[in-house]
């Protein structure tokens, strides 16, 4: 069977997207599953230069904070170091220079922050570093560079999971009341003292054994299909990174080919 994607539903809102895929195994869903998590890569803040902090969170506090903010990433502008021309030295093309600076009483916002590069900022200007009280002030140099989620969760672009498809169906369910009291997921409805499905719930929720142990007229069977859920953290957009994650797979099978024929025989 040729390997064929559905887009079930998309919250652009939150970065969420789920897909279902036919025609694949666990093993490549998994495969992807992990260079999603562990190899895809994405700006964050390695080095920081704190140059004035009289605030109350220690030096050590604000660095964790700011290194851990996502920072929107481009990566066909940025290489990891040690692919970098420079070798690693420290250039344009592997570093983004940001620089905080405040010292108005009152919260800075990572929206303050400003950065060698328009287009690589923090993903959630909203998000809080610090609070000032008056005569308190900040002044922060940082360096970001690219780096994995297998180093580091500060560089992992997201979360991503997958199941197999339920199909779920209603026989002759004996206490529907009960059912539909303990779906807190919206999956089970009680009209006119009957049990309904809701469709659109069946696929986000996690409940469905739950219900076949509480009456035996409700089934519930697994397809070979895959429902795979990602959402960004908000560096990358969905589709980048699931094509990066592609294309790293390609290069992986790619480079064991050539080891393969290489090898003495």
Same mark, same amino acid.
């Given at each position: 069977?040729?390997?064929?994607?559905?887009?079930?539903?998309?919250?652009?809102?939150?970065?969420?997207? /789920?897909?279902?895929?036919?025609?694949?195994?666990? /093993?490549?869903?998994?495969?992807?599953?992990?260079?999603?998590?562990?190899? &895809?890569? $994405?700006?964050?803040?390695?080095?920081?230069? #704190?140059?004035?902090?009289?605030?109350?969170?220690?030096?050590?506090?604000?660095?964790?904070?700011?290194?851990?903010?996502?920072?929107?990433?481009?990566?066909?502008?940025?290489?990891?170091?040690?692919?970098?021309?420079?070798?690693?030295?420290?250039?344009? +093309?592997?570093?983004?220079?940001?620089?905080?600076?405040?010292?108005?009483?009152?919260? &800075?916002?990572?929206?303050?922050? +400003?950065?060698?590069?328009?287009?690589? $900022?923090?993903? +959630?200007?909203?998000?809080?570093?610090?609070?000032?009280?008056?005569?308190?002030?900040?002044?922060?140099?940082?360096t970001a560079v690219l780096g994995q989620g297998k180093d580091h969760a500060k560089w992992s672009p997201g979360w991503a999971f997958y199941k197999h498809e339920p199909v779920v169906k209603l026989g002759k369910v004996k206490n529907p009341e009960l059912i539909a009291k303990k779906s807190t997921d919206g999956v089970f409805v009680l009209k006119d003292k009957k049990l309904e499905l809701v469709e659109d719930k069946v696929y986000d929720s996690l409940l469905l054994d739950y219900y076949t142990e509480?009456?035996?007229? /409700?089934? /519930?069977?697994?397809?070979?299909?895959?429902?795979?859920?990602?959402?960004?953290?908000? +560096?990358?957009?969905?589709?980048?990174?699931?094509?990066?994650? $592609?294309?790293?797979?390609?290069?992986? #099978?790619?480079?064991?080919?050539?080891?393969?024929?290489?090898?003495?025989?």
């Amino acid at each position: 069977m040729a390997l064929k994607i559905e887009k079930i539903r998309e919250d652009k809102k939150n970065n969420k997207i /789920v897909l279902l895929l036919k025609g694949i195994s666990d /093993v490549y869903a998994n495969t992807i599953r992990r260079l999603i998590i562990e190899e &895809v890569p $994405t700006l964050a803040v390695e080095d920081l230069e #704190i140059k004035d902090n009289n605030s109350a969170l220690y030096d050590e506090m604000l660095a964790l904070r700011l290194g851990l903010i996502p920072i929107k990433t481009d990566l066909k502008s940025y290489n990891l170091k040690a692919n970098c021309k420079c070798g690693g030295e420290g250039c344009a +093309q592997c570093e983004l220079k940001i620089s905080l600076k405040s010292s108005k009483k009152g919260y &800075v916002y990572a929206g303050e922050a +400003q950065s060698s590069d328009p287009n690589c $900022t923090f993903v +959630q200007e909203e998000m809080l570093v610090v609070k000032l009280l008056s005569k308190q002030k900040i002044q922060v140099n940082m360096t970001a560079v690219l780096g994995q989620g297998k180093d580091h969760a500060k560089w992992s672009p997201g979360w991503a999971f997958y199941k197999h498809e339920p199909v779920v169906k209603l026989g002759k369910v004996k206490n529907p009341e009960l059912i539909a009291k303990k779906s807190t997921d919206g999956v089970f409805v009680l009209k006119d003292k009957k049990l309904e499905l809701v469709e659109d719930k069946v696929y986000d929720s996690l409940l469905l054994d739950y219900y076949t142990e509480l009456d035996e007229g /409700v089934v /519930v069977d697994y397809t070979d299909n895959i429902i795979f859920t990602l959402e960004s953290w908000g +560096q990358l957009k969905n589709k980048e990174i699931l094509i990066k994650s $592609t294309e790293m797979l390609l290069e992986k #099978i790619e480079s064991l080919e050539k080891q393969i024929s290489n090898s003495p025989d």
